[in-house]
Antibody, heavy 118, light 110 residues
Framework: QEQLVESGGGVVQPGRSLRLSCAAS????????MNWVRQAPGKGLEWVAL????????HYGDSVKGRFTISRDVSKNTLYLQMNSLRTDDTAVYYC???????????WGQGTLVTVSS | QSALTQPRSVSGSPGQSVTISCTGS?????????VSWYQHLPGKAPKLKIY???KRPSGVPDRFSGSKSGNTASLTISGLQAEDEADYFC??????????FGGGTKVTVL
């Protein structure tokens, strides 16, 4: 049974950086495209970033482009999200999610909360 | 606001059916057959209930069904059970490696 466990969330000041991790088990990251998705308080979900199964292709939402970087370590079977120049509107629960068949998110983690506040 | 529009809440008695709508645009729901639905309990990982508009993953009871007409997709839960009480949200592939989501609908079993 596949499982995704996020970690690394916390409280950070505006302008600072934070790195989120997502440990995968039950499958290998080099077989699936992976997403980061976030949900701000009281708001709907927002797609953040994607990394392809081979790590060659990365795509980002407009609101994080140039500030966030998605990456992975296949040896650790762990997905990462490096978040720089954080803003208060980046406050959200961040989920990692597996993509099945190229188009369907079929597995999610339980999320990790990032709070950007002075 | 979310890219896809869902009602904030629906409710029904045990055994009844409820339907949740998910309205998008011709760039997402209307353009692709890749609409999925998830059940989400607070603090838990969302669970896939429907994908590719109408398909059920293994283990999901056939009480859950999906459909789509134009820019609106729908999730129907038949034979409502107490365990179905949760938040449900929709998701659509939107092209160019992007996805959009609904704001979520709280299903209450009366």
């Amino acid at each position: 049974q596949e499982q995704l466990v996020e970690s690394g969330g916390g409280v950070v000041q505006p302008g600072r950086s934070l790195r989120l991790s997502c440990a995968a088990s039950g499958f290998t990251l080099d077989s699936y495209n992976m997403n980061w998705v976030r949900q701000a308080p009281g708001k709907g979900l927002e797609w953040v970033a994607l990394i392809s199964y081979d790590g060659r292709n990365k795509h980002y939402g407009d609101s994080v482009k140039g500030r966030f970087t998605i990456s992975r370590d296949v040896s650790k079977n762990t997905l990462y999200l490096q978040m720089n120049s954080l803003r208060t509107d980046d406050t959200a629960v961040y989920y990692c999610a597996r993509i099945f068949g190229g188009y369907t998110i079929d597995s999610w983690g339980q999320g990790t909360l990032v709070t950007v506040s002075s | 606001q979310s890219a896809l529009t869902q009602p904030r809440s629906v409710s029904g008695s045990p055994g009844q059916s409820v339907t949740i709508s998910c309205t998008g645009s011709s760039s997402d729901v209307g353009a692709y057959k890749y609409v999925s639905w998830y059940q989400h309990l607070p603090g838990k990982a969302p669970k896939l209930k429907i994908y590719d508009v109408t398909k059920r993953p293994s283990g999901v009871p056939d009480r859950f069904s999906g459909s789509k007409s134009g820019n609106t997709a729908s999730l129907t839960i038949s034979g409502l059970q107490a365990e179905d009480e949760a938040d449900y949200f929709c998701c659509s592939f939107a092209g160019s490696y992007t996805w959009v989501f609904g704001g979520g609908t709280k299903v209450t079993v009366l």
